[in-house]
């Protein structure tokens, strides 16, 4: 077990390596479906989850994942955000899944001894930590409004 956090943590270290190359396109048409996003592969994912029957809710949540393979600096599972939703009935909603505070914090947490703010850690160090909600998020959009 310690060789292996050895090596996940050397892994952990590499620099970012190049994915696959793809020829970028400024847009791409269809008559009845749009997938928008910042890497044409996982543009591809929503295409095939829609032409397989599924709905908007369905793609965005596999575009969300394959944009963590496939362009992981900005679509990495290790966040948050937000969905605004309109369903082809006319259903709407928003999620929020945004990155929340860890079980054990509380009020008084970047005070010192004393009482008094310390600024820093709130922005650095283990106390400056949020739990992802990316993850969740995707899996509650998936069972609340997926097909």
């Known amino acids: 077990?310690?060789?292996?956090?050895?090596?996940?943590?050397?892994?952990?270290?590499?620099?970012?390596?190049?994915?696959?190359?793809?020829?970028?396109?400024?847009?791409?048409?269809?008559?009845?479906?749009?997938?928008?996003?910042?890497?044409?592969?996982?543009?591809?994912?929503?295409?095939?989850?829609?032409?397989?029957?599924?709905?908007?809710?369905d793609a965005a949540v596999a575009v969300q994942f394959a944009l963590a393979v496939v362009y992981p600096r900005a679509g990495n599972i290790g966040g948050g955000g937000f969905m605004v939703i309109r369903l082809a009935d006319g259903t709407r909603a928003a999620l929020d899944y945004r990155e929340?505070?860890?079980?054990?914090?509380?009020?008084d947490m970047y005070l010192d001894s004393l009482g008094n703010p310390v600024p820093a850690w709130s922005r650095e160090g283990h106390l400056a930590v949020g739990v992802p909600g990316t993850v969740a998020g995707m899996v509650a959009a998936h069972e609340r409004f997926g097909s």
């Open 1 to 57: 077990m310690c060789f292996g956090l050895v090596m996940l943590f050397f892994q952990a270290c590499r620099p970012p390596q190049p994915g696959e190359p793809y020829e970028a396109r400024k847009s791409l048409l269809a008559d009845s479906m749009l997938v928008a996003c910042a890497h044409p592969l996982a543009a591809r994912v929503g295409v095939e989850v829609m032409e397989a029957g599924g709905n908007a809710v």
């Open 100 to 107: 929340k505070a860890p079980g054990a914090a509380h009020r």
